[in-house]
């Protein structure tokens, strides 16, 4: 018969008695076990006592050794009450003393996570989280018909039947409405069955990397490039060349003639940021040029809604039935960005393999989300929507073109960066500082040099999104952008 | 001047007056074009004319005839029409006839997705998109309070700061309820900056595989394993190696004293899915031997809300301050698949690099679905839903057993998987075929064999997912497979 042995550390028990009993006695015991200073083949007093010296009802105290017993930190036999196990690993008690103090340093990360943890938390990262005015990418949400996109939701909420496991390629009434809109609108050649619905154009961006590349092998990128594309690429272990680039975007002419690289990604429809536009005799030299090399091309067609001043040219998806391009795009921007939809149209024969790896990256989309998308297009409001935000982002753009021609000389706008930002080239500033000084103002932006590959020569300037900005938004910016020229950041 | 000539091919535009005409005029026209059938320096006859010979109103051939040469594909020079561009590089011309067929192999794939695409649609594929009776992970979504949802979701559905950028680590209120649950149901330590929500499980697990491993490099995981797992590590570029196992799952008194694995992959409370639970000394010697070999554990606490005779054990990572754990779980069955919302517990040291891997991996999770988890489970509504399913499968559970009991000796009951699923160990059968000939019938089932790794000796069976059986289903399918074993698979 072991002795019978009272708690040492009773006293050390305390119970807030505002808060539930149960959870903190249970903690409580459960630490004194670990740290080895109630020890194996310690007899724990009664029930009734612990009760009574606790001020805690039995059925506290009942519920709480069950559980210890239950998780083998106690045993208990017939008659002689409840002990600390004499079977726990006696060198992992004084544990949480000893090896699991803060001092010891947990194992690495992979090198991808060491890259991103030293790089630090970059300008544009920084933005992620805030609905500042300016920030790019951020559509007008005051005029988003909140009400109707509200009405089709509460129709399909509580259906049973989009509550479980969706299509692996995404829900098919979004597929059939986004593969109607794509070839009336886009010249996009495609059946639903082509069509994958993904969680934004990042996780396409992400998918295609694993589907198309191994990693550490080269693909080419326009350079400015979009920063989602660079980094879903580079987390693949890709090797990012740039694309000789003329004034419209990938230069057709100066492609090399020999390449490694299995894969481009470029947006021709709209250089991002630039806003290069392709014409249709570049795109097919692009296209054959790729045919001929064996290249994959990622075409992301991310804003080709808001081109104001003709309809956009048609993708390069759809120049041919056979092109070896992966076409995709997203519905933050036509849309909601917390609509978290986007897709990609790739070939019928690809398509399983596609919607596999997306089972695996991160498995299905919400479908009430996807539901509500493709009744908001079948029903005639999705192009509505895009043809009222088309006049008001032309309005805004000429808006704050106009306040900016006084800094001519100094700031020069690319105007056809024009869709729903606008780039200013500002030359020999430092424009992680001038973004960092904006920020501090209460105004996103993202500097211009961050969209280069490192080790290439950037152009410096700031981005700036007026989609969302109100008029007395766009005079405050361009008065801050005015005043920090003539004394921070004067030449 | 160049010759007047007319279009040669006009009468090859056949246009279908019951669709929008546009369009279809486009089409036909740039086709003609790019299949080099009108040739560069081809006039085309007055908008007049052709609006005339076509039946189609002037204004629609100017906006087509304006797209064309918005394109590059035309050019005018004033007074004299029309001509198709000189400028179209002439070798890219009869593009579609030549390098465009479909003879024409596309660019290769990834070696993953060659794998993915070799290993043909195994049967737990299949069965992604069905929800037929005895699918596994399919919870009782007839049971669920989908009007107390529906009422949650009506009430963020149109809140406009719900629809642009998200927090990176994910929806504030939603990782403050989270972390008030899992500390009081799990015994986890954590503060909501410590928590990030994912696309369900398989995003928390890919974020992870990002994170903490290289490619090429050993990860060790139990086998039997949970298939998405293993499909996220192999996607990683990870080579997995098999944990020794005991009749609790992992065997802690047999493991490696040297590994080279930097990562393990384990469900310690319920193993997935035989359903072993490993003691608290099991759990202390897991976490000690981890430290001493430098080795990240992944905990996949999926399903711990559905123990039926005792509170579960405690998490792992909740044993000791510092533990090198990071803690997984989804809301997919205890809300809703369709919810599709993971989270991660990570050390809060590494909160940030997490949040960057994200955003380049899928980016934000929607808004609306977040809010409205927070809410269901601040308000109570989870913790009531969950004890109500708790009872619910636990009948199903026992009822399954005892239709069960007369195939003993054939059939052996794993009866530690209940939870969501029973696993039935019938050796020498081959279960591929046996689900194939479940889902011949209209029931779902996954073969054991299929969640052991390739090259290792598999038990056999089924696994049922019973969660959203009914009583009737529960006869029939036991029914079938008495018949199956007797006939088709008799020994």
Redesign the interface.
């Known amino acids: 018969m072991s002795p019978i042995i009272e708690i040492p550390h009773l006293e050390e028990i305390q119970l807030d008695r505002s808060r539930?009993l149960q959870?903190q006695l249970y903690?409580q015991l459960?630490q004194l076990i670990?740290q080895g200073r109630l020890q194996p083949g310690f007899r724990l007093p009664s029930s009734r006592r612990l009760a009574k010296e606790l001020g805690v009802s039995r059925n506290t105290i009942t519920l709480v050794l069950?559980?210890l017993k239950?998780?083998?930190?106690l045993s208990s036999r017939m008659g002689s009450g409840c002990y600390v196990?004499r079977?726990?690993?006696q060198?992992?008690?004084g544990?949480?003393a000893s090896?699991?103090?803060?001092s010891?340093r947990?194992?690495?990360?992979?090198?991808?996570?060491q890259g991103?943890?030293e790089h630090g938390?970059r300008a544009e990262?920084a933005q992620?989280?805030?609905?500042l005015p300016f920030?790019v990418g951020?559509p007008d949400?005051?005029r988003?018909p909140?009400?109707t996109?509200?009405r089709i939701?509460?129709r399909h909420?509580?259906r049973?039947?989009?509550?479980?496991?969706?299509?692996?390629m995404g829900h098919q009434p979004l597929r059939e409405a986004l593969s109607h809109y794509l070839a009336?609108s886009r010249?996009v050649r495609c059946q639903p069955q082509q069509v994958l619905i993904?969680?934004?154009a990042?996780?396409a961006l992400?998918l295609c990397a694993?589907?198309?590349?191994?990693?550490g092998e080269q693909v080419l990128v326009e350079n400015p490039c979009y920063a989602?594309a660079r980094?879903?690429l580079?987390?693949r272990?890709a090797q990012l060349e740039p694309l000789p680039m003329g004034p419209q975007g990938v230069d057709t002419t100066a492609l090399p003639s020999h390449t490694q690289a299995?894969l481009m990604y470029c947006t021709p429809t709209h250089q991002y940021p630039l806003g290069g536009i392709l014409?249709?005799?570049?795109r097919?030299?692009l296209?054959?040029w790729a045919?001929s090399k064996?290249?994959?091309i990622i075409e992301d067609d991310y804003d080709s809604e808001f081109h104001f001043h003709?309809?956009p040219?048609?993708a390069l998806q759809g120049?041919?039935?056979?092109?070896?391009v992966i076409y995709m795009g997203s519905f933050s921007k036509t849309l909601?960005?917390?609509?978290?939809l986007g897709y990609l149209v790739v070939?019928e024969?690809?398509a399983?393999?596609f919607a596999?790896?997306k089972?695996?990256?991160?498995?299905?989309?919400?479908?009430?989300?996807q539901a509500a998308a493709a009744d908001f297009i079948a029903e005639g409001h999705f192009v509505r929507h895009l043809r009222r935000m088309r006049q008001c982002y032309q309005h805004k753009w000429d808006h704050l073109q106009a306040l900016l021609e006084p800094l001519a000389g100094r700031v020069e706008t690319l105007a056809e960066s024009a869709g729903m930002h606008l780039v200013l080239q500002i030359d020999g500033v430092d424009d992680q500082a001038l973004c960092q000084a904006f920020l501090r103002n209460g105004f996103g932006s993202t500097p211009l040099s961050s969209y280069y590959l490192q080790g290439t020569s950037p152009r410096h300037g700031l981005v700036l999104g007026f989609a969302h900005s109100n008029g007395a938004g766009r005079e405050a910016v361009v008065r801050l952008l005015h005043r920090l020229l003539a004394t921070e950041f004067a030449p």
Request: hydrophobic share 45%.
């Open positions: 539930p959870q903690r459960h670990l069950d559980q239950q998780e083998g930190f196990n079977q726990l690993p060198d992992c008690l544990l949480e090896v699991w103090d803060s010891v947990p194992p690495v990360l992979s090198r991808y996570a991103l943890e938390m990262d992620g989280a805030a609905d920030t951020l949400l005051t988003f909140a009400s996109w509200s939701l509460k909420s509580d049973t039947c989009l509550m479980g496991f969706d299509d692996p009336a010249g993904t969680q934004g990042q996780q992400a694993l589907v198309l590349l191994n990693p989602g980094e879903a580079l987390a272990g299995r014409s249709a005799g570049q097919l030299q296209l054959d045919a064996g290249l994959w003709a309809k040219i048609a120049m041919a039935p056979h092109t070896p909601l960005p917390a609509s978290r070939p024969a690809l399983a393999t596999k790896a089972r695996y990256l991160g498995g299905d989309i919400p479908m009430l989300l």
